[in-house]
């Protein structure tokens, strides 16, 4: 069974660090990119970051959370991480991720939800003082 399971959401105060962890199984997390997504309520889904497949090599961030937040991957573990530092109450969302199998394009369609074939169910992110 293809699956993603997301983990790691939490409830954290303004300045302060998670680590969301995306662990795949009934697939090969390795060949695939990894986006990671979010939904704030009464908005629509955004996407966060994106790491190519293989050796992670290439990385992609939308504007707001460059320079704080950190995608990686494990291909042993067949897991993605995001690592979110310095966090701000706008990060409080439902955070998601997703598998694409993307090679050349990954550049102008990481941000594109209809290029992620496999989705996890969401962890929930809450930043508040």
């Known amino acids: 069974q293809v699956q993603l399971v997301e983990s790691g959401g939490n409830s954290a105060q303004p300045g302060e660090s998670l680590k969301l962890s995306c662990t795949a199984s009934?697939?090969?997390?390795?060949?695939?990119?990894v986006g990671w997504f979010r939904q704030a309520p009464g908005k629509e889904r955004e996407a966060v970051s994106c790491?190519?497949?293989?050796?992670?090599?290439?990385?992609y961030y939308t504007d707001s959370v460059k320079g704080r937040f950190t995608v990686s991957r494990d291909n042993r573990r067949n897991m993605a991480y995001l690592q979110m530092d310095y966090l701000e109450p706008g990060d409080t969302a439902v955070y998601y991720c997703a598998a694409a199998y993307i090679s050349g394009e990954l550049r102008r369609e990481w941000m594109f939800e209809r290029s992620y074939t496999h989705w996890g169910q969401g962890t929930q992110v809450s930043v508040s003082s």
């Open positions: 009934g697939f090969t997390l390795q060949y695939y990119a």
């Open positions: 790491i190519s497949s293989s050796d992670g090599s290439a990385t």
